[in-house]
Structures are given as C-alpha cells and as structure tokens.
C-alpha cells in the first residue's frame, strides 16, 4: 500500500472508530443500567456498576409477564410486517407494471400517508377503531400500523418493481402466465431483498409503538411491550435501571431480526431506489 | 405462512379471553410507587374473591401518564373499567358532566359515609352526587437535612412566616449549602409553592372562589401577591444549578444524597429520597419537616393542609360487585394495612394507627386535625388550566413573566376551560 | 414495455377497458389495489378527516362533540408564541438533518458501503440507534447531557469550569435535541446509501480508475452522481421525518425550558393530548399535515424532477 493510501486508511478507521464509539456507548451504558441501583444509575450513569445487580435482569426473564408482552408483540409486528409485505406489494405491482387513468393520482392520494404521524389524530383513529369493534384485538393495532406504513412500503416497493426485466414478464405472458400468476411466481420471489428491506422498517416503528397499543388495548394480558415497560413508572418514583434492563432485553429480537435481513437489506435498497 | 397462521389463531384466542363476564369487577389503578403496593392490591382482591365465591376481581395497572393519556378514550368504549383510580378536582368534574360515571349515593348510607373523613367523602361528589370512593391522602409538607440546617445555625422550628424562610434560605446560602432543593423540569414541584402561596395568601375559600371566576377569578391581587413571594425566593436564586434539568424524582436523590438543606414535598418524599439517593439509603433518621410558613395578613389558616386526595370512581353500567368491593378495599382493615406499608396515609377515620414512622403518622395526625385541606391546584383546575398554572410558576422562577402576566395566563386558561 | 402495458393509442376508454380486461390487467387490478386502498383511506384518511372536522370544536375528549367554536383553535394557534417557537424549532431540525445528518450518513456510507465482515459490524452498529426504544434513547441521553453526573458535567470537572446544564440552558438546550435526532436516525439514512452505492457498477469505476481519476474524482463524479435519486429521497425522508420529531422530546427537556424545545408534535402532545384540548390538538394536526403536505409536493416538484421515486 503507498503512503497516502496508508494515512487516507488510518482516519477511515480513526473517523469509524470515533463514530461507532459515540453511538455505541449510549447502548452499552443503555445495558449496564440494568445492574445498577437507581440510585447508582443516577450518580454514575457510565461506570461499571458496584454490584452487579444480575437480579434485575433475572426478574424480568423470569417474571410472569415479560413473556407474555414479548410474545403480544411478536404477533403484532409480525402480523403488520406481514399485512404491509402483503397489501403494499400486490398495490406497487399494479402501479409499476399496469397504467391506467388516475394511477398518478392515487398514488399521490397514498402519498398523504408520509404526511401524518399516529399522535396527530390519536383520538379519531381510536374513534375509528372503536366503531369497528376492534378495541382489545390486537386487530386494532396491527390494521392501522399497517395503513400507516402503507405509503413508505408503496414507494420503495413499486420502484424495485419497475426495475424487474421486462424481458421476463413478456415471455411468462407468452407462456400464459396472467398478471396475477406473474405476481406470486416471479414479482414476490425476486423480490426477497426489498420485502426485507421495508420488513425490517415497519418491524422497528410497530416493535416500539407506543401511543396506538395504549389506547387500543386495555386488558393487560394484551399489552405489548412499550405499555409493559411502563410498571416501572410509579407516579413519584422511577425504576429506570429495570426499564433499562427491560429496554435491553427488548432491543435484541429487533437486532436479531435485523441481523437476519441485512444481506437482504443491502441488495434490496440498492435497486429501490437508485433508479427510483 | 404457517407461523402466521398461529399468530392468527392466538390474536382468535386473546380476543376471547379478554371479554369478562357479568359482574366481575375491573380495576384500572396506576402505578403505586413502591412494589409493595401492586401486591397488596392484589392479595385485596384475592381476599375479596374469596369471602365472594363467584366474583372475580381483576386489576390492570398503567404509570400516571398513560393512564392520563388513555382515560378520555377508554372511558367512552365498552371496554371501560368498571372503577378507576382518580386525582379527583377538575378532570373528575368533567368525567360526571360527561355522564361516564355512576351515581352511587345511594349505595353508601351515612353508617358507610362515618368511615371517611367528610372532606374524602367531599372529594368524591359533584353536584351532590356521590361517584366514587376516597382511599389516601397526601400532604405536602418543606422537608429539611437536618444535619445541614444545623451546620448553617438555622432552627428550622423558628421558621413561623415567609419572611423566615427567606431569612433561612439566604442565611444557608452564606453557609455554602444549597438551600432548596427543586425538580423544576417537572413544573408542578415549583408550582407546589405557588399553589401553597395562593392557599396561605387567599385561603381555600378564596382558590374556589377564583376557580369559579368570582372577584376577577385568578387576576385577583391575592394571587399577584403569590407570584411576587415566589419570585421573592426564586431571587435569592436558592436552587441548586440547573434545577431546570431536574425532574422531581432525581432532585429527590439528590436531596436524599444531602445536596440541599429543604425540599418541598408530600409524604411520598420519605420513601423517594431513599430509593433515589446514590446510597440507595437516603438520609434516614436526618430527615424531618417543618409545615409550610404563614404568610403574614394571609386568609388562610396556617394549619391548613395542602396536597392530594385519591380514590376510585365508578363508571357507569358498573355491576353491583363493584360498590361492594371498593367498600371492602377501603375497609378499616385494609386502610390500616396500607398505611403500615407506607403505600400511603390512609383517610379512613380510624386507620391511622397502622403507620409505623412518626414523621408520616405526625403528617396524618395534621392532616386530620386540618380546618381545610387544600387540592393540589394543578388538580383542582383540571388538565388545561392546571397545566397553564404549573407552567405559569416555573415562568415566574426562571424570570421569563412577571407575576401580574402569570396571574394573567392562569386566568386567561380558565375563561377558556 | 409498450406491448405489454398497451400503447395508449386513440382507442375510446371503453375499448380500452375491454382490452385490458381481455389481457387480465382489469381483474389484477381489482383485486390487487382495493386492500391496499381501502385499509388505507379508513385507518389514514378517514381519521385525518375526522381530525379536520374536530379543530372546529372545543372538545375534552369527555362528552359530545357540540361546542362548534369555528375557527377560534387556529387563532389561538396563530397567536400562540409557543407554537411559534415550535415551527421555527421544527425549520432547525429540517436544517439540521439535510446539513448535518444526511452529509455524515454519505460519508459513513461511503466508507464502509463494500461487502467485508468489519463493515457489516459498522452497519450494524450505525443501524442500533434506530432500533433503540425513544425512551430509552431519551433517558440515556438525559444522563449524558447531565450537569452533575453526565460526560458533560465529567468534562467540565476535567476542565476545571462550572458544570454546565445544557438541557436547562434556553440557547442550547435544543442544540442537544438536534444531536440526539441525529445520533439516532442517521443510521436509516446511512443503509438507503450504502444500497445505492452497492449499485454502482464496477465497470464505471474501473473505468475511472483507468482514465486516472483520484479518489475524490471518483466520488464527485462517479459515485455521488449514480445515487443522485437515493439521496433526494433520502432527504425527502429527513425533510418530512423532522416536521413529526416526537418522541425524543418529551423524554430529554418536556418541552422546557421556557417552553423553548417543543416541535409540532411534542407541542400537540403537551397543549392538545395532555390538556384535554382534544378539538386544539386537531388544530394542529391539521397545521402539521398541510406543512407536510407543501413542503412534499414542492419538494416533488423541484427536487425528484417528473417520474421521480416519489
């Protein structure tokens, strides 16, 4: 290697370094808070701890109910990871690879789904949910996760879905294959690497949703994680070293289901949008 | 596809579960702040359940802030509980005008009334309907580190008035020493002090007044005059540095560390200095309090109290059981019971001897022989205009309004109430 | 693509309908977008419409919905300094992630973008921030800012000066807000990057190499030019994703102080949700929604150029 590219190497790995030190000790100190007493996790919110307090996180895998929220979770995410997979990729199918009058305008109409976060009109979509009966079903969280997420998935999926070879939907067609069977044997299976893409997207937003599971779901053996975390908030006093320990816990499905996407991801994205 | 399949089939199966037969009983409680309390809710309903085979008691906790969040909606859904926990004040009146909650004066005749205080069983009515059931009372109280008084050569037992408290404060401050300890990112531990003012200054009878808007309603000079005694203090500039980053439970740790000499507070302060100190011990035997000072020319009665009521009120279409079992969660057994684990002081007229520290007993036996005991304000006033008066006090302490413009923005929030 | 999609010749709609119904193209598209649009205009629209409706009324949130009040919610809005400060707080936050966030994204990007084991760790690593639950990336970070206890009040002790209590800090408090938004979103940004440049086809590089441009050639003008498209909708995202920061406010300053750090969400929350100005909070939903919505097509106009990824 010749020397500027020696040095050029050297603040490459300084600079990741720096970074990845930055964002990584938030996230450790995140995990440490587990051990600590809440008093210690106030007064050395970065050191190791004292004592290592293993109890915490033991309780909390060992308690009833983390389980049962871990699990109400899974369902809803994976239940709105995939609705949105589902719905979003068989409507992009149509707005890549059929025109017709006012596709332009749809898509524009979806498009006011980026403009809008859940807590702006919390009440009239639990007004909405409500009149559906879907109050305590966890129906009611998954359906609007999914319609909230439907814009973002539209636009990615539709573009990954222009850059198919148009070489192959012509020779299916030639075979007989229709626009559905087309679909489901060629679009779906080529398209692995975007579906993980928006997948892990709207698994992290529906993984850590809040607000909408709050109002929706009142039975506690309904709760998901985010409401269940909430025990550790007395009204005067904070046990932030369990919900940290809690936190921790909760981030890992998240960074498995990350792990297992990323070649995925990868492939995905690159096609999506460069060409847009 | 298939694990989706039994995704579906468990969403089928909760959805079953959650539906709850006749007259069971649904509680919605938030948080307690000490573990102790979620159990003995629990072990209550367990007890319940037993002395009434065929009833099933269920309760479902949220922290304070969900639980605020999430009311309006619930309670406008079949999926209400059939009681829930409340601050009583403001919120609660706009609960019985929306007729979600049940009248229950009926089921509580005057020998069920005499095991309530008559301000508890106040608390729970409007219009001269009783909804609900009074458990606990709070009361706020300026705590102070002895051994940091000491060391200043302040005798906090002398502090009678206003002006001795800012005496004190100045005199501690000399000494090197923090004089009060505050968790201003909060808002509402500055406005305990404005609304403590305003009840020394008008006097309970004076706060109803301008909640009702009569005499000008919170432009009244009474309430000036709060604001001026607090931005009194506040000049001396007696908080520790950046109080304005400090949420009420941290400045509870760094009060039970001995970072400041006075901490204003209810009693849930002799538990929180603990749980949050550094030691994890908290200042132990060196903690004591003195009542909030005069204010000299005030209408209020200096031993009047100031703090919070709760208890649970029932919603409408609530089953029978369910007046029976707040009946049964209040009883003098488990009042008693519940003041001995320090969950909270009970308000049950006789169920004071349970409490084993004497600093909370002497803040029960207060509040019992309290003329009047004065709602937390921002309770009072309900969720806007509360809001608008704890963000008015943290405004006068940061120098950002006056007192008069204070005065001013609580007012201009109630005409819009 | 012509053969297949049909030419839109001078053909009558009915015939054109005919045609793609003999081509099977009417029953897909029956079939395939009602779900999407359906779900979509009762969970989305419907609500937002309902919303609109709302910011007519004063509303607790407890009763019926009959105190028509007009247009008094957007006067109060429009008269409100809070508010004010929270759309002025909401153009720092677009600034900060278009000038900040997403440039350190494309460096970040361009430095691990190819396929080794060390540089999928990075990914990782850059990508957690975002998986991390707001709250806890509140609390967190409320430690660091700390005065007493955090690095910053470590570093001021270092140093021998005052502690220093940047979140109570009206200048500066919101200049910590910005670092945590970015700390935790540019990693998003980071992977729609790296994808794009994984695209870049080696034989353009190649060819630069052997035209002999240096390495910043290649970058200004091989690489940055073919993910043109990635970084417009990237910064799309950033634009619209700053005007709905929520979630990381209320944890780190509430607001406070002063009222200095809301942003429109955060200030919907506090003055709408949490005051039981329910018909308020619509107010300004409906404010947020139309700022989204200009800034969008405008954005769509000038910058994504027609047929763009949007």
């Known amino acids: 290697m010749n020397r500027p590219g020696f040095f050029l190497a050297l603040v490459r790995a300084a600079v990741l370094s720096i970074v990845a030190a930055l964002v990584i000790v938030p996230l450790i100190a995140t995990f440490l808070g587990g051990f600590k007493s809440v008093g210690e996790l106030r007064a050395s919110p970065f050191g190791l701890p004292p004592v290592w307090r293993i109890e915490t996180y033991t309780d909390i895998l060992g308690g009833p109910v983390f389980w049962g929220y871990i699990q109400n979770s899974l369902i809803i995410s994976f239940s709105a990871v995939f609705l949105t997979l589902m719905l979003a990729s068989m409507a992009a199918y149509i707005f890549a690879q059929i025109h017709f009058f006012g596709s332009k305008y749809i898509q524009a109409y979806l498009l006011l789904g980026l403009m809008f976060p859940f807590a702006t009109a919390i009440v009239p979509l639990f007004l909405q949910i409500r009149n559906f009966g879907l109050l305590d079903n966890p129906l009611g969280v998954i359906l609007p996760q999914t319609a909230f997420s439907m814009a973002f998935a539209i636009v990615l999926l539709r573009s990954f879905f222009q850059q198919l070879p148009k070489e192959l939907f012509e020779a299916a067609y030639v075979d007989g294959c229709g626009y559905i069977g087309f679909f489901f044997r060629f679009t779906l299976p080529l398209s692995t690497p975007i579906l993980a893409t928006v997948g892990t997207f709207v698994f992290v937003q529906s993984w850590n949703n809040y607000l909408l599971p709050l109002v929706v779901i009142n039975d506690s053996a309904g709760y998901t994680w985010p409401l269940g975390i909430m025990r550790y908030r007395g009204e005067f006093m904070v046990e932030w070293n369990r919900i940290l320990a809690f936190v921790s816990l909760t981030i890992l499905p998240a960074l498995i289901f990350f792990t297992f996407t990323q070649k995925y991801i990868v492939a995905g994205l690159t096609r999506g949008s460069v060409k847009g | ?417 | 693509m012509t053969t297949m999609t049909g030419s839109r010749s001078q053909l009558s709609p009915a015939a054109r309908i005919a045609r793609m119904h003999r081509q099977g193209k009417l029953t897909a598209l029956l079939l395939f977008l009602p779900p999407a649009l359906v779900l979509f205009t009762l969970f989305v629209i419907w609500p937002i419409f309902n919303a609109a409706n709302l910011s007519f009324f004063k509303w607790s949130g407890y009763g019926a919905i009959d105190n028509f009040v007009g247009t008094q919610n957007y006067q109060r809005l429009a008269n409100h300094s809070v508010f004010h400060q929270s759309l002025w707080n909401s153009v720092k936050l677009i600034l900060a992630s278009l000038f900040i966030q997403i440039p350190l994204a494309l460096t970040l990007a361009l430095l691990i973008y190819k396929k080794t084991s060390i540089n999928t760790a990075f990914r990782l690593i850059f990508f957690a921030p975002y998986i991390l639950a707001e709250i806890a990336s509140g609390v967190i970070w409320s430690f660091i800012f700390d005065g007493d206890f955090g690095v910053s009040g470590q570093i001021a002790t270092a140093l021998g000066i005052e502690p220093f209590y940047i979140l109570a800090d009206r200048q500066f408090a919101f200049l910590a807000i910005i670092t945590v938004v970015v700390w935790k979103y540019f990693g998003y940004h980071m992977m729609i990057f790296i994808a794009a440049l994984q695209a870049v086809p080696d034989d353009l590089i190649e060819a630069a190499d052997i035209d002999g441009a240096g390495r910043w050639q290649k970058v200004f003008y091989v690489k940055l030019p073919l993910i043109m498209h990635a970084i417009k909708l990237s910064a799309f995202f950033a634009i619209v994703g700053a005007l709905q920061v929520f979630d990381i406010i209320i944890p780190l300053t509430n607001g406070g102080p002063s009222n200095s750090t809301h942003s429109i969400v955060s200030y919907l929350y506090t003055y709408g949700l949490a005051q039981l100005n329910v018909g308020y909070g619509a107010a300004v939903g409906v404010v947020l929604f139309i700022l989204c919505m200009v800034t969008a097509f405008s954005y769509r106009r000038l910058a994504m150029g027609k047929g763009g990824a949007l």
């Open chain 2, 1 to 417: 596809m298939k694990s989706f399949c039994l995704g579906a089939a468990t969403v089928l199966g909760l959805t079953l579960a959650g539906s709850a037969l006749a007259d069971d009983v649904r509680m919605l409680a938030i948080e307690p702040n000490v573990p102790e309390g979620r159990q003995y809710y629990l072990d209550v309903a367990k007890a319940y359940e037993a002395a009434n085979p065929g009833t099933k008691v269920q309760f479902d906790f949220l922290d304070d802030t969900s639980f605020k969040s999430k009311l309006p909606t619930l309670l406008q859904s079949s999926a209400r509980p059939d009681a829930f926990f409340t601050w009583t004040g403001g919120v609660f009146y706009e609960q019985a005008k929306a007729g979600v909650l049940k009248d229950i004066s009926v089921d509580f005749t005057d020998a069920d009334r005499k095991n309530y205080s008559p301000s508890g069983i106040q608390s729970m009515s409007h219009d001269g309907k009783l909804y609900g059931v009074p458990m606990y009372a709070a009361s706020v109280v300026l705590w102070y580190n002895k051994a940091l008084v000491e060391k200043a050569g302040v005798d906090p037992k002398a502090i009678k008035n206003w002006e001795d408290l800012l005496a004190a404060s100045k005199k501690i401050q000399g000494a090197g020493i923090v004089p009060i300890v505050m968790g201003g990112k909060d808002k509402w531990p500055i406005a305990l002090f404005y609304g403590q003012l305003a009840a020394r200054i008008a006097g309970t009878d004076g706060v109803a007044a301008a909640d009702k808007g009569e005499n000008e309603g919170f432009n009244n000079p009474a309430f000036v005059q709060a604001g001026e005694a607090l931005k009194q203090l506040a000049d001396l500039k007696p908080f520790q540095p950046g109080y304005m980053d400090t949420t009420q439970p941290k400045a509870a740790g760094l009060f039970g560390d001995g970072k400041g000499a006075f901490y204003l507070a209810g009693n849930f302060l002799v538990g929180a200095q603990a749980q949050n100190s550094a030691s994890g011990k908290g200042l132990g035997d060196d903690l004591d309090f003195i009542t909030f000072p005069a204010v000299d020319g005030g209408k209020g009665d200096p031993a009047d109290t100031f703090g919070g009521v709760n208890g649970w009120l029932v919603t409408k279409d609530a089953g029978k059981s369910t007046v029976d079992f707040l009946k049964f969660l209040t009883n003098n057994k488990n009042q008693t019971e519940g003041g001995r684990l320090k969950i909270w002081l009970p308000i049950g007229t006789d169920a004071q001897s349970g409490i084993a520290d004497p600093r909370l007993r002497r803040i029960a036996e207060g509040l019992s022989k309290a003329p009047h005991h004065q709602l937390y304000l921002d309770q009072m006033l309900g969720a806007s205009v509360g809001a608008a008066l704890n963000d008015a006090a943290a405004q006068i302490v940061t120098g950002d309004i006056s007192p008069e413009e204070a005065a001013a923005l609580v007012e201009e929030a109630r005409e819009m109430r």
